[in-house]
């Protein structure tokens, strides 16, 4: 009967290890997640200032400026993409 409840109790610290471990990492998974998305946030933002007098006055930037903004756009998709794989 002691082997039992020796086994029993091995079990359930074996247990709560791998519980609190796996509570460690979802915080610090989440907390990663949130830092990258902050991140996003702040380079969505500059981007759509930047994007402003773009929209405004498309036909007096120059072509290299529109594809810059393209591509710091498909960044920031990428991102966010990234952020929606985490979280599914």
Known sequence: MEKIQQKLEEIKLEMERIRDEAKLKAHLGKAEITEELEELEREWDTLM????????????????????????????????????????
């Open 49 to 88: 200032h930047k994007a402003k007098p773009f929209t405004d006055e498309a036909e007096k930037t120059l072509e290299s400026t529109g594809e810059a903004l393209e591509l710091a756009a498909n960044e920031l998709m990428d991102g966010f993409k990234r952020i929606r794989k985490l979280l599914y």
